[in-house]
């Protein structure tokens, strides 16, 4: 099978307090690894116990190291076998081991040899490392390709359908859109002048105390970034005062953060998440945005595992690319252009 | 594939009430589709939006057209695109339009081409358009082929076992069966003479006020028509007043009306019901007769399910043809006449 | 497909209780088949009926012959049909007929031809005949390869991890461990001194009256016998008279009951229980340990489901196979030679 993921490149494989004391396993681009917290920090190895094949998700962790839940055998961090009870170790193979750091309240998933992991291809996240902002998110699976999300993600007039009664509004279709490839960066902008904010973004003004019956300028700028990861910078402003540039009093702004990690060929996990400048202390509002979001959210999931659904009993079908899709046609591109690359590279 | 269906012939789709202001998806004779009402009557297109394949059945109606319910692409009740925010849809493909007609309370689908439906081909249903009927049923969806289905009805037999609490009795084993072929109809008679009523037409001999402790006479005069519906005459009358030419005070009667759709080749839709000539104007009578049908067809589904798992475990085993399947024989004679036709017309 | 099972041995199909008025529908070794209960005991057929493909087991039993629930063809208990309404059933096919025996409390099924079926072959269970011993179990349905079950109680170093709770304890991962093969019985001997009772041998400890709080002797005596069957010796004596061969009042004792019956090559039912000697008229022991085991033997139904897995995901790993496996190896090595044999007899 033509394999669709990019291998090099570190992927988002949970929220830190997924893995806690239990191990988790999870499957990343068709890899099925276990987390655990080791003394030296989070791991990653295959989730198969050399010795009878066992799961070792269903194992514990001991002083650091890995046990595996059926017989006992023990492995350290870098998947080597340390112990089991009257066995000599020593000749076992190594469980394959992964490379994983954990930063910014995630932890990433180098899905190519451990060996080539490099840790300066992480992203940098302001917003995650800054007092001035605060974060909320979850995390939803999907049954479709990755790149259906990238697509969704891209091209925001879905909004006016799927997400009608929130965040929608018919302005969005009618905005001029300008899209534009910066090296690994596809952006994606579109500014809707003096228009009446959506519900959500409504709810936003009042928290932090702006009229919401005003007009209001309005901006989305979406931003995708290998190997499949979209932040979109979004807000209103008090009309006339400048949209985006506008100062921070009149302005409601935040990021959608989008980490997109596919599971197989037509599966994915969605972590989602809205990183705010505003009423940053506030875990009452933290709360109330990441509700709001995650409904939002799931209005999209049956339309893209009906739409996988589609693509699968149709595999002919050539769809349309328009100028609302640059978006989605860019970040493909970029990510075919890095398969390519792997694949000259003998992977 | 062998196809197992005929193409070109009306099948109940939906029952009217299923399309309102939603559009409804469904698949039938392995044809993904969408209905819903446009300003011209009920009308139905493929369930595939040519921009993302997005399911347009996830989408709205708005001025009689469907939008798309991702991006806002409209199209018309015949398929062609109309508008969409922004763009200029003249040279965007169709989507393809499928013939369908509303009449007696269904919706009808052609699964031919759309230019080949001819609508003289509808049956002509008396009960669903005259006074002196009243018409109660249901829809249930059944994981096994429609051709097992016509097998069921087209052999009552079953009903001494399948449905013994209620419409079951030994007596229906014992009566001589005449099975004919007249054109493209099968008929099957059965009368069973000076025999007691089983209790689902006893109810109904209370309910038209005859005496349901006395002898009646019994019959069941099963109707197939092609591409897949069985029409069932079943009635009893007091005993020695000429059964099915008994006058109408001294019998209660009733239609057995079932409309079976395939979905694919291994599951259909079947759409059950009873028309009925007593009590006309009682919906108490149609609601308790609608409850006590759907009971007895229910114990159907579990038989047919198991059955087909059975043929598809088996494939290679060879079934027994007894007198008593004749009509199912030689409805599936008919069928596969008019798909042979149908292949050597270039299907 | 190679095969993973002997034929030509009875495996246990139901416990006793399962087949009552109703007859009961299962697949062993890949063989659907319908149990009933006939005037002569239990009897077997293939699970299909030649008229029309219709499962049996929704059918009943008549003065002991099984009528299917479709069109009321009966058959006894070889198979052979003996009446239909209407019909002439003299040419009829007959069911395949399997050979079954009741015994012990279960029903035993030969899974090779009905002919070759040697009723001398029947496992001698002195516990299931005796007053001396009480018996209580259940039944299991586990998405694994049966192999993977004698696997698992071949090497009780696993109660360790798996059930910590209640049996599992760390001597057994160090007491040594012996091994032998004697002629078509595998059996794996361990023998732990002068320990602590675990929870669960404490609570039958108390129950007998002995003093739960004073070290014991305890042991495990797995054997293993054709084709997939585990009883394994377990107990603990007050320390120092003897373990296993202490007097009947120092200690208390019961056989692990583990019938291991393939129904594919990656599923199984797993018939478990215990028989023991204490107590024997107290119901409410055999109640408390029956829910004791279910809930320990449950607890291996995950590892055993996400084992597999795991194997069918990554078809050509080579597992270790430790000193602690030998029982599963030398029970898979009886189990290949008699399949090698069975193939080699024109299988």
Redesign the interface.
């Known amino acids: 099978m033509t394999t669709t993921f990019i291998r090099n490149a570190w992927y988002v494989a949970a929220r830190s307090e997924e893995v806690g004391e239990q191990p988790l396993g999870r499957t990343i681009c068709n890899e099925?690894i276990v987390l655990f917290r080791s003394g030296a920090g989070v791991a990653a190895v295959e989730?198969?116990c050399?010795?009878?094949?066992?799961?070792l998700s269903?194992?514990f962790v001991r002083d650091g190291n890995l046990?595996?839940?059926?017989?006992?055998l023990e492995i350290d961090c870098a998947g080597k076998p340390q112990s089991?009870?009257?066995?000599r170790v020593q000749s076992?193979?190594c469980v394959r081991p992964y490379a994983v750091v954990e930063k910014y309240g995630f932890i990433w998933f180098w899905a190519g040899e451990k060996e080539t992991a490099d840790e300066s291809q992480l992203p940098y996240l302001e917003w995650a490392e800054s007092e001035e902002w605060a974060y909320g998110g979850g995390l939803y699976h999907i049954q479709a390709d990755y790149r259906l999300m990238i697509?969704n993600l891209m091209?925001l007039?879905?909004e006016?359908?799927?997400h009608a009664s929130s965040i929608g509004q018919?302005e969005i279709?009618?905005a001029p859109?300008k899209t534009t490839v910066n090296g690994e960066i596809v952006t994606l902008e579109r500014n809707m002048e003096n228009i009446y904010a959506p519900p959500f973004w409504q709810a936003c003004m009042r928290s932090k105390g702006l009229d919401a019956t005003q007009p209001v300028d309005r901006w989305q700028r979406c931003h995708f970034h290998l190997p499949s990861n979209v932040h979109i910078e979004v807000g209103v402003a008090e009309a006339g005062h400048g949209g985006y540039h506008a100062p921070e009093e009149r302005k409601v702004s935040s990021i959608v953060v989008d980490f997109i990690t596919p599971e197989t060929e037509t599966s994915h996990w969605y972590f989602w998440g809205m990183a705010r400048r505003f009423n940053v202390q506030d875990e009452e509002t933290t709360r109330q945005i990441r509700d709001g979001q995650g409904k939002i959210f799931s209005e999209d999931l049956?339309?893209l595992e009906?739409?996988q659904?589609?693509?699968l009993?149709?595999p002919e079908?050539r769809?349309?690319m328009?100028?609302?899709?640059s978006g989605g046609v860019q970040a493909r591109k970029l990510i075919d252009k890095k398969i390519q690359a792997e694949q000259a590279d003998g992977g």
Request: net charge negative; proline share 8%.
């Open positions: 099925k989730d198969f050399p010795h009878r094949g066992a799961p269903l194992g046990v595996c839940g059926y017989h006992g089991m009870p009257m066995q076992f193979p697509d091209d007039t879905h006016t359908y799927v018919k279709d009618e859109l049956e339309m009906k739409q659904q589609n693509l009993d149709y079908r769809l349309l328009l100028n609302i899709d």
